[in-house]
């Protein structure tokens, strides 16, 4: 039998990278937040793990929906190597420090593929990075608000189970009436 040819679409070469470039990211994120889960619930955090681990599995979904988008358009999409993640961390607060940073350099690198996008006149894809945009809002709005917890409630004491009670509370008040998630 004769092999089908597939034709490419409209996503450029230099897109198609990015967009490779991120689904590592989004799956390096998920691999940091499956870590931070088992470094919080061996360190008697487990509100906090639980928390951890449901973001892992965000995370994942986000690669794939990148992933299948590729796929979609006619791309090659590459599985990612995830190594180097860190097992490690010196504090319960260092923790959620970690994860604000990391939402900061997914906001920023999605922000680069919407403006690849823009420059390369490609609104299909421009448009299926919205979804991305205002999920950030979201993911830094939440890793903002936790990290502030340490600094509203403090460690002394019986602080940092506090904190960790608190955690799966924060929620972005923009989701409010929102249907869905992914």
């Known amino acids: 039998m004769?092999?089908?040819?597939?034709?490419?679409t409209s996503l450029k070469e230099d897109l198609e990278i990015a967009l490779n470039a991120q689904v590592k990211m989004e799956a390096e994120s998920?691999?940091?937040?499956?870590?931070?889960?088992?470094?919080?619930?061996?360190?008697?955090?487990?509100?906090?793990?639980?928390?951890?681990?449901?973001?892992?599995?965000?995370?994942?979904?986000?690669m794939l929906k990148i992933f299948k988008f590729i796929c979609d358009m006619g791309g090659t999409a590459i599985t990612p190597d995830v190594v180097g993640i860190p097992q490690e961390y010196p504090s319960f607060r260092s923790v959620f420090e970690t994860a604000l940073e990391q939402?900061?350099?997914?906001?920023?690198?999605i922000n680069r593929l919407v403006g690849i996008s823009r420059r390369l006149d490609d609104y299909a894809t421009?448009?299926?990075?919205q979804w991305f945009v205002k999920e950030q809002i979201e993911e830094e709005y939440i890793a903002r608000r936790q990290v502030e917890l340490f600094d509203v409630i403090g460690e002394e004491g019986i602080g940092r189970f506090t904190i960790d009670m608190e955690i799966a509370k924060v929620t972005y008040p923009g989701a409010a009436g929102e249907a869905g998630g992914e």
Request: glycine share 6%.
């Open 2 to 8: 004769k092999d089908t040819v597939r034709m490419r």
């Open 126 to 129: 421009e448009n299926f990075l």
């Open 103 to 109: 939402e900061i350099m997914v906001s920023q690198a």
């Open 30 to 62: 998920s691999a940091k937040y499956l870590a931070m889960a088992a470094w919080c619930d061996r360190n008697g955090y487990s509100n906090s793990g639980d928390f951890f681990f449901a973001q892992a599995d965000e995370e994942r979904g986000h």
